[in-house]
């Protein structure tokens, strides 16, 4: 499990939240992927979307079942990434979407395994 840098956290309500992320060069999710040209790899976006609905939405739900992604442009190191999580706790559902700039990097609903 890699973990990601909290810059801030705006709690929105009780099922959801805003976070920004920094994005070091030498943060361990850019290691390896790719060498020369890196990226935050999808895997990390989706387990730090469950992993922060864990911690800071108490949702219960520590682990996903399966999920829809739609990655619409790659992440590089630098910056300020922002994610805001969305739980519907009745359906066991974490929607997430990640914004670089403003504009969305990626978006995606995850189906959550109850613990």
Do not use: C, N
């Amino acid at each position: 499990m890699i973990a990601p840098v909290i810059v801030a956290v705006h709690e929105l309500d009780a099922d959801g939240a805003r976070f920004d992320l920094a994005l070091p060069a030498d943060h361990a999710a850019f290691a390896g992927h790719f060498p020369g040209q890196p990226v935050l790899p999808g895997v990390v976006q989706v387990d730090w979307a469950v992993q922060l609905a864990e911690t800071h939405l108490a949702s219960g739900l520590p682990a996903a079942l399966d999920y829809q992604v739609k990655f619409r442009r790659v992440v590089p190191p630098g910056g300020v990434l922002a994610l805001e999580l969305r739980i519907d706790r009745e359906r066991g559902a974490l929607a997430f979407t990640y914004r670089a700039g403003g504009e969305i990097v990626s978006s995606g609903r995850i189906r959550l395994l109850p613990a």
